[in-house]
């Protein structure tokens, strides 16, 4: 790692300077300006950063930074890693969590599903984990279809090894590609995106149409068989099984996972990570007990103290996200839901539409954000009742102390860390 | 008026990517508050599209799935012949598309559409993303329309429709109006979904099919509608 030509090692050290400074100057964790300042200097820098480490990359719409953040926690049973704790998941970050970290002999990359092709590209990772795709901020992010050929394309004629999902159809399209791959079942709740063959527009036999994919019973949450019902393209056999509470691994073994991280769409994202650690000869006996030790992910399930209320933050990006949020909340407490319409969000709210919130019926429900109008209304349409607050403030001061779950998407969720100093 | 309506959800498996669901629940909702009682019907794109509906509709959708969903429409025939029963039908943004003579393919290819809408469409320079807001032909006597507009295509209307609006913010077909109509069929780019945000569309569709309709309690639609249109409109 030290044989970095002097100009890339300028540009790194400069990297870092910048980065120290942006933290400093409380403009953000440092971790995406660093990593401009760098390439700007040397567009080879993540090249070099990349060479002579073991790399994985990990890639998804939803789960991306808590299973980097597994994987990286496992792997630290083996050495050093590189990481991009920090979610920024672009070229930039990934020069700015490799530069950071020189001499560290493992690297785990979050990457952005648009930009999968580009990095792999450049840093040619050896291992490249995919978990699921589904509709997410339409405005403007990908078709994620087109997203799925990107993914092939990339990884036809490469050396990587693919651990993907092969519970979600266009993610096993997407990797099916690669020279190899080890297939983890590690089961799928949305499925409003994949009725359609990726390989030839036919239908997909699998079990859950008609009820909007949500609230679907747990014999057909249990369910992850499918195949077309016009060409050959069906669920390849998986090699690991994510079974309820436990991980089959592919000699058999049954392991109870016992994470810290609470909720379905947590235990999918340890499978991966177990299915990565192994690849890379770390075995699950040695790899869980890392896993458990991960309690909350930039910020996310962490649970916040204000005025004897203890408020648990889930963050939810976009209707498969909600599913999952409304997985870990507890049906016996209060919740409350922030919604806003920013850049990162997605400025079009219609994707509201596509979660089902009947779910949340019965329990107190607290409606704020910038959109809250937005989520007012589709809650009424929904029929749960609700009382809609001004504030974030407002709404915690409304109810009675205890424990209370919130849901926010990306910016709202951002907001109420501010409003906790960070702290989480 | 039908003892129970039946609205008719065309290919959610291939065209419902941006909250089209809305526009279904919408309708269910503003029928369930007059006491209709309504039943949905999930056609996936391999089944045949039942003739007997009342409400019909065909959401927006990615190239590929639209020219699919075109196919088979087509292939089908079924809603076809429910038109020309006399159902009713909301077309949106790749659906709206559809129902014309034809469209742009992911190439810009021309590809043929179902020919329900005298209408033809292709691809625009630049995508057309953001809030709309529209005055309605006042032949229909409806309020301002409003909606998020995600698109790259440009319409052009024929004799045989009429436009639905004239935009005062956003693009729409792209010559100054957006969606059209014709009979008992409704097209547009809005998403929002359409019918969460103009509930007045809704009650034109059930009311083509129902007769007329009493008023219902609109609290909360006309509070949304009144922030966005303050949020997009010049003061
Ligand atoms: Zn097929």
Redesign the interface.
Known sequence: MSQLPLRAQLASALGRTAATLSRATGRGDGSVIGGRVGLMLEPDLLRKLAADRKLVLVSATNGKTTTTRLITSALQELGDVATNAFGANMPAGHVSALASSKGAPYGVLEVDEKYLPEVLDTTEAGIVALMNLS?DQ???AA?I??LAQKWRRALAGRPAHVIANCDDPLVTWGASTAARVTWVAAGQRWR?DS??CPEC???LDRAG??N?GQNLTAAQLADTSWAC?ECTFHRPEPNWVLDGEDVIDPRGQRWRLDLQLPGQANRANAAVALAVAETLGLDPGRALPRLRTVTSVAGRYTTVEREGRSLRLLLAKNPAGWLEAFDVADPALPIILSVNAQGPDG????????VDYRILRGRPVLVTGERR??L???L???EVPFQLCDSFEQAVAVLAPGKIDVIANYTAFQQIRAEFGRAV | MPSELSIVWIYPDLLSTYGDQGNVLVLEQRARARGIPTRTIHVRSSDPVPQQGDVYLIGGGEDRPQILGAERLRRDGGLHAAIQRGAALLAVCAGYQIMGTVFGGEEGQPVSGVGLLDISSGRGERRAVGELAADVDPALGLPTLTGFENHMGVTRLGPGVRPLSRTVVGTGNGDGTEGCYAGRIIGTYLHGPALARNPALADLLLGWVTGPLPAIDDGWYQALRDERLRAVLPA
Do not use: Y
């Open positions: 509709r339409m405005d403007r078709e279809w087109l409003e009725w359609c527009g036919g239908p149409f008609g909007g019902r400025r079009d709210t219609s994707w509201l539409w596509d109008l937005d007012a209304l589709r009424a349409v929904a």
